[in-house]
Structure formats: structure tokens, C-alpha cells
């Protein structure tokens, strides 16, 4: 057994690898994964583009940052994405509650 609080009825598999939407056991099963890190990770898995990005951000020796904390790549892809769709401003938030924060104090400015 293990020591996860059992707050999940926690699969009977156990996941060894990825590699594009795909997860794999390890008694050699291959599963298409229709959870997606459960929306928070939705990018796929062993994407060599995002592989390159993270050794590139590991090099650096920051795996972290508060939100607050300005970095070359948050900025980087926050002009990515609002070229590519409404041209105004991101926001990138840990959770549904920061979002709705963040939402609150758009609406009041």
C-alpha cells in the first residue's frame, strides 16, 4: 500500500510514462488518457518542444516562481498568447479561486 490520503478511488494501474496523449502502465498497458492532468496539464506528454523548454528553464535553476516574479519565458508566452487571440493582457493563475480574484478586481478597475 501506500501513504496517499485516499481523498480519490485511486486507479489500479500504475502510470510508468507518457508519450503524446497516450499513458503507460507498468504491466505494459498503452491507455489513452481522457483526463489531461485533469485540465491543468493539458499539453500532452514527451512533446519535444516542451521537453527542450523545460531543460532550457532547468538550466536556470528556477523550477518556480510566484506569480508576482517577472521571467524571460512567463513574458515570452504571454505575448505568444495574446497575439493569438484578443491582443490584451494574460493572466496566469494556480487555481479557479485566484481566477475569480483576479476577475473580481478587473470588474471594480
Known sequence: MNNLLKTYKFSNFKVVKGNGCY???????????????????????????IKKSLK???????????????HEFKTKLSKLLSDNSNRGDVFF?????????AALKIARN
Open 23 to 49: 499513458l503507460y502502465t507498468s504491466d505494459k498497458r498503452k491507455l489513452l488518457d481522457f483526463s489531461a492532468g485533469v485540465a491543468v496539464n493539458s499539453l500532452g506528454y514527451n512533446h519535444p518542444v
Open 56 to 70: 532550457a528553464q532547468l538550466k536556470t535553476g528556477i523550477t518556480h516562481l510566484s506569480g508576482s516574479q517577472i
Open 93 to 101: 493563475s494556480n487555481s479557479g479561486a485566484e481566477s475569480i480574484e
